[in-house]
């Protein structure tokens, strides 16, 4: 129970006193106007996405994320358009933040292989802080002294500084995808303003996050006339490369497509840092049929300050609408959906 509480502590004011970074979803393509603007109107009909991550399992309520979208070609305007909103927690609710974002992403076909989109981004957020839900040093001293176990017993002497407790600003976002029937590949750069989200006068700096992502699609039988059946078995090798401040992180791995029929199969390693120390290894099982998609992951942890963490589990949905074939050949990207 101490250790646990000696944790929530550790990571609570790593969380405030840190840096702010963006929330990372182990399946990343099942966010993908999350990682990169640019695959907004990658499916040819309108698409609503959702995804759930609980991070960090061993210490209650330390962080959890969730991410929802809607994004759809759109002919007339010579491209697609998304909605965004992601909210995440942290500290049993003590931190939170809620971003709600439009994209824009117009589609240029470059030949009869080969397509390009560019995307724009604009959002706004807002960082909030629930004073009342913070525990201070006080609490576990007064806790220990008492050999207490139970920290609701001790309030703290602190008093709730005279600061605001929200933060509201814009922020700008932009991303490039380059893709054929088998390769895509991705640049996002997102907080392109460096917006401020310090509180009480405070000036904080939200770093750029740069991402690069890229994939193929692996055909295990053999096309009928040039086209690939609905339900064949595929492999589509991934990577995906971000850096946010000093954060680094580097994610490779392989997901496997109807090798058995309707379901999909996934594995990837995680580096962070210099990319010498292995941060987790990510398991998926999904499933998809016709219109509706379903995936659960886990992050096992391979070093011993995020083992001490627990692992983290995430749930997506996602169900793709119905449509009329459209008058002009649109060419979609052939990349996973979770």
Request: hydrophobic residues 40%.
């Amino acid at each position: 129970m101490l250790r646990r509480y000696f944790l929530t502590a550790f990571v609570l004011f790593c969380t405030l006193s840190l840096s702010a970074q963006d929330a990372i979803f182990s399946q990343f393509y099942a966010t993908p106007l999350y990682i990169n603007p640019a695959l907004a109107g990658a499916d040819k009909c309108g698409r609503f996405s959702a995804t759930y991550r609980n991070q960090w399992t061993a210490i209650p309520g330390a962080f959890s994320c969730i991410n929802a979208s809607f994004d759809k070609h759109i002919r007339e305007l010579s491209g697609a358009i998304g909605i965004i909103v992601t909210n995440v927690r942290e500290g049993n609710g003590s931190y939170s933040t809620t971003d709600v974002g439009a994209i824009y992403s117009f589609n240029l076909q470059v030949n009869d292989v080969f397509s390009i989109k560019l995307a724009a981004q604009a959002s706004f957020v807002n960082r909030h802080i629930d004073w009342s839900n913070l525990t201070f040093a006080d609490q576990y001293i007064q806790m220990l002294a008492n050999n207490s176990t139970n920290l609701a017993d001790w309030p703290t002497g602190e008093q709730f500084p005279d600061k605001p407790t929200s933060k509201n600003y814009a922020d700008f976002s932009t991303g490039i995808v380059g893709y054929s029937e088998n390769f895509y590949a991705g640049f996002a750069i997102h907080h392109l303003s460096r917006p401020d989200e310090g509180f009480g006068g405070g000036i904080a700096r939200l770093p750029m996050k740069f991402t690069v992502h890229a994939g193929a699609v692996i055909d295990l039988v053999p096309k009928q006339r040039r086209f690939r059946a609905p339900n064949a078995p595929t492999l589509s090798p991934n990577i995906i490369y971000q850096q946010q401040g000093t954060a680094q992180y580097l994610n490779y791995g392989v997901y496997a497509t109807n090798l058995v029929q309707s379901m999909v199969f996934g594995v990837w390693y995680r580096q962070t840092i210099a990319f010498d120390q292995p941060e987790s290894m990510t398991f998926l099982i999904g499933f998809q049929h016709n219109a509706l998609r379903v995936g659960y992951s886990y992050d096992l942890a391979l070093n011993q300050i995020v083992g001490a963490w627990g692992g983290s589990h995430e749930l997506s949905v996602g169900y793709n609408l119905a449509c009329s074939p459209p008058r002009s050949k649109i060419k979609m990207i052939n990349c996973p959906s979770f």
